[in-house]
């Protein structure tokens, strides 16, 4: 049975998202291929300005609130009053009922340092001791071969143009929204503030990254609440300490029927019958390549 569509994913023929630009290839041949935008978008918080971010711009008011979240700056149960973006001027202001403290904090930073780059890292781990991510939850690894499959046959901005990182809120076997941005951190915030907006429930989730499993990633997912984290690519040590110690499920290295897990190995329930999953990653990213390649050499000349 065919997966119902996502609630939110980039549209690769968004012109606001790509651009065409001409180029030679290793032969000298002339060539035409998409390549994606990234534009500046500065964020504050109430009055005050925070940080300006390199992104697609697809969601702006998403990744605005879901980089406040992930920064601590704005928590769960502040009532936000208004996200207010103007696309001439690429601002954002989020204004929140009641004032933080992070105000004060940014302003102290803004007169020491000239920068105004948002929280320190030892903000992040702030209340991460505290964080309690549902036992009760599962990952069964037909799920998971169902939602790589289905994950990597979307239609994406990696495909059109590369130089972009994708992340998927998923439950069960189905992806439920997609986030694609320059930096991957980007996407992850766009999710987190997507959840915010719409009052999403972490508890049963399961995030996908193509980014690597490094301490922020994980802070950051237990920050948002879900208890499982996967992605294609590799660990750093102490993205896998903090999953440990926060009872995070850490999936990595997950192509095709093979996957290593690290941190959290009791949620997973190992239902799939291996003879069954295809062994799609080589022939997967060759065909990523071919159509890639095809696209890149749309309109060449000579």
């Known amino acids: 049975m065919e997966a119902p569509p996502l609630l939110v994913q980039p549209d690769p023929s968004d012109p606001r998202l790509t651009r065409r630009v001409s180029g030679v290839d290793h032969t000298g041949a002339l060539v035409e291929a998409s ?5 500046p978008l500065t964020l504050y918080l109430n009055g005050q300005e925070v940080v300006t971010m390199m992104t697609i711009l697809d969601l702006p008011e998403d990744l605005a609130l879901g980089y406040l979240l992930n920064q601590n700056m704005l928590k769960r149960g502040d009532r936000v009053t208004g996200v207010e973006y103007d696309d001439d001027l690429g601002v954002v202001v989020v204004r929140t009922e009641a004032r933080t403290d992070f105000e004060t904090k940014l302003r102290k930073k803004t007169l020491t340092s000239g ?3 948002g929280t320190a890292f030892g903000d992040l781990l702030e209340d991460f001791e505290s964080a309690r991510l549902p036992a009760e939850a599962e ?3 037909s799920w998971l071969y169902r939602l790589l499959h289905r994950i990597n046959t979307l239609p994406t901005l990696y495909l059109e143009a590369g130089a972009i990182h994708g992340c998927a809120l998923c439950e069960r076997d189905r992806p439920l929204v997609y986030m694609e941005d320059v930096g991957r951190h980007n996407a992850v915030d766009k999710i987190a503030g997507w959840m915010f907006r ?3 429930a972490p508890g049963d989730k399961i995030f996908y990254t193509t980014g690597r499993l490094t301490s922020e990633m994980v802070i950051k997912t237990v920050r948002m609440g879900i208890p499982v ?6 660990f750093t040590a102490w993205g896998v300490e903090l999953a440990r110690q926060a009872g995070l499920t850490l999936i990595g290295r997950c192509k095709g029927r ?3 897990a690290l941190a959290g190995q009791d949620r997973i329930v190992f239902d799939a019958d291996l003879r069954y999953v295809e062994e799609e990653s080589a022939k997967h990213w060759r065909k990523n390549s071919r159509e ?3 696209a890149g050499s749309d309109g060449a000349a000579g």
């Open 292 to 294: 890639a390649e095809a």
């Open 115 to 117: 920068c105004a780059q």
């Open 198 to 200: 719409h009052d999403t």
């Open 35 to 39: 390549v994606t935008v990234e534009r």
């Open 229 to 234: 984290l996967v992605s294609r690519s590799g």
């Open 258 to 260: 093979r996957f290593l």
């Open 139 to 141: 990952v069964r690894t």
